[in-house]
């Protein structure tokens, strides 16, 4: 797909029952790799967003600032998906960090999770994050068109 001014695409390219990861796509071509909660019928905190294209605001969150430990108090939000609202990317590794937002990360691997098991997980949230915000600062509005990119096989 090709890259259009002003729109972040989030490529997903696995779901899984545990959550679902893609691939975050700056139109100057800098990527990084992203983490959400599984599909679950778009029910508010506890389900990723649907595929679609949405706007992108810069608002005070608290959340954003508890998991930044105060480095940011304003974060980006997903606006104007059906049903939802106060959808922000912030830092997370695994998809039990958030609650109907989009993490980012700097690799897809597995991780050790708090119940000393292995889980598809992203890394490096924090180091990404402030990459994220340091690439967003010049505009108070994005664009972010989030799509499925499964190869299937006949």
Partial sequence: MEAVEGVIR???FDR???GVFGKWKFPDGWECFTVERPWLDNKPMVSCIPDGVYS???RYSPTVQRITRGRYREGWEI???PGRTFIMVHPANWPTDLNGCVGVGEAYTELQG???KMHKAVT???KVFDEVMSRMEDRSVWDIDI???VVEYP
Avoid: F, H, W
């Fill in 10 to 12: 989030i490529a997903r």
């Fill in 16 to 18: 899984l029952e545990e």
């Fill in 56 to 58: 992108l605001g810069l």
């Fill in 79 to 81: 606006q104007d998906v």
């Fill in 114 to 116: 708090r119940d000393g």
């Fill in 124 to 126: 490096n949230s924090q």
């Fill in 147 to 149: 799509y499925t990119d």
